[in-house]
């Protein structure tokens, strides 16, 4: 697959398990990021995320977490396939015992696409993998923003998340010194409600939000819109 500046990204994914979705790539698109930024991805899944800034950012350098045995061998196997084991370093484990392998104020940035519900809420997936990957089985948002201990100040968290929880995202995040700097919602239709908000937040930075245009997914007809078929590097 390709996405806009990150040129041609392998992806072996298991059909039956946690699979990338839109949210990913929206995602690795609104990440600034500085040449030689470290960058931290908990939660990485397949690696698609971490895959994509890597290819996009040729001086980054990334560190993947990921818990689920099976989902790390085959972000393993796609850092090798993708030739980019100098520069993206996997971790095998749980994003809330990261502080024994981890240096605190560590990174630029962290990036995160964390589990939508509430463990239990809404429709449970079928599988194990799955529910893992959706739900806050194995940590709610706030170990997820716990995190912010790793970023220096001054660095960046950027996460992906639905918008109807932006209420209980936005004064979570200044809770730990997060800023919101940046803020982008996410329209499935031109006049549908906003489903996603990707929100780029600043460690120790001072209050002012800027919200940028809607991005709109679909155009009437269901085909992507000329903006989204630009973030697959596709032309209109």
Request: proline share 6%; charged share 25%; net charge positive.
């Amino acid at each position: 697959m390709s996405l806009r500046g990150a040129g041609v990204v392998t992806v072996a994914q298991d059909k039956r398990g946690a699979r990338f979705n839109l949210d990913s790539l929206l995602l690795a698109d609104f990440c600034r990021i500085k040449p030689w930024d470290r960058i931290l991805e908990p939660g990485t899944g397949t690696g698609i995320v971490s895959l994509l800034l890597a290819k996009k950012h040729l001086r980054s350098h990334l560190t993947a977490v990921e818990i689920q045995p099976a989902l790390a061998r085959l972000c393993r196997r796609n850092i090798v396939d993708n030739g980019l084991e100098d520069r993206v370093q996997l971790s095998e484990g749980d994003l809330r015992s990261m502080k024994r392998d981890l240096s605190s104020a560590l990174f630029d940035v962290i990036v995160a696409n964390p589990p939508y519900r509430r463990n239990g809420a809404g429709k449970q997936s079928p599988g194990e993998e799955r529910r893992v990957s959706r739900q806050e089985r194995q940590g709610s948002l706030s170990d997820w923003l716990d995190l912010q201990r790793f970023l220096k100040n001054g660095g960046r968290y950027v996460v992906v998340f639905p918008a109807d929880r932006l209420a209980e995202l936005l004064p979570s995040l200044r809770k730990r010194g997060l800023e919101p700097k940046l803020m982008r919602l996410v329209h499935p239709f031109r006049d549908k409600p906003a489903s996603l908000a990707l929100i780029e937040s600043v460690k120790a930075a001072g209050v002012g939000l800027r919200v940028l245009p809607p991005l709109v997914v679909h155009q009437p007809g269901c085909g992507f819109t000329g903006e989204m078929l630009g973030i697959y590097g596709q032309s209109v």
